[in-house]
């Protein structure tokens, strides 16, 4: 997610110019290259289904490398990010005690202490004790975790705008009625997908 990387214009992300883009590895398929190598060795294969889901894992690919080099830009990692982004969601005074924040992550409270460990040493949440319960610990966000999710969210809206900016809105209306659809029947048939298989860190 780093606007840096990937350039603004006119408050809008645009795509890297040609001689700022690092030198290309092995290059990558086409996705009809790919698609015809895949009916080549198991013809029952739909290619009209392979499409879809192999563009949407692509896609999904390369807009994690553009959120995490936003968020390398700005001194934070994606795993940082989400605790940012957990507390955010919790709403004002944005405060958590560690056991939700590690449910709500999908995380071991060893995993989710030794982030919160480092999240304090930087400054962008404070673990206090609770007044009303002093067994109780309270993760909060502070005033420069804050700024953090905000500069990560201004970047992230002018690279997301781009990216849709060929399409209507009548046609990213209906794209986002279909990705809905998608991600119901997936979380229907995976309901337990929703965390995390290993920790991050």
């Known amino acids: 997610m780093t606007l840096k990387d990937l ?5 809008r992300a645009i795509l890297p110019a040609m001689s700022d883009t690092p030198e290309p590895g092995p290059q990558e398929p086409s996705l009809d290259e790919q698609i015809a190598a895949y009916q080549r060795e198991f013809r ?3 290619p009209q289904v392979e499409q879809v889901v192999s563009a949407l894992g692509r896609l999904n690919r390369r807009m994690n490398v553009a959120y995490g080099r936003q968020l390398a830009a700005l001194g934070i990692s994606n795993a940082e990010w989400e605790v ?3 507390l955010v969601l919790a709403g004002a005074p944005y405060r958590l005690g560690p056991g939700e924040l590690a ?3 999908g995380l071991t409270p060893a995993a989710m202490t030794h982030r919160i ?6 400054g ?3 673990r206090d004790r609770d007044e009303n319960n002093r067994v109780r610990v309270i993760v909060e966000l502070t005033d420069e975790g804050r700024t953090k999710w905000l500069e990560a969210m201004r970047m992230a809206t002018a690279f997301e705008e781009d ?3 060929d399409l209507s809105d009548d046609e990213r209306g209906g794209l986002g009625d279909m990705l809905i659809r998608l991600l119901r029947r997936v979380e229907h048939a995976q309901p337990d997908a929703g965390g995390r298989l290993t920790d991050l860190d």
């Open 103 to 105: 449910k709500r992550l």
């Open 84 to 86: 940012l982004k957990t």
């Open 117 to 122: 460990d480092r999240m304090a040493g930087e």
């Open 44 to 46: 029952d294969l739909d």
């Open 163 to 165: 990216l849709l900016q």
């Open 124 to 126: 962008l949440v404070t």
């Open 7 to 11: 350039g603004a214009k006119g408050g």
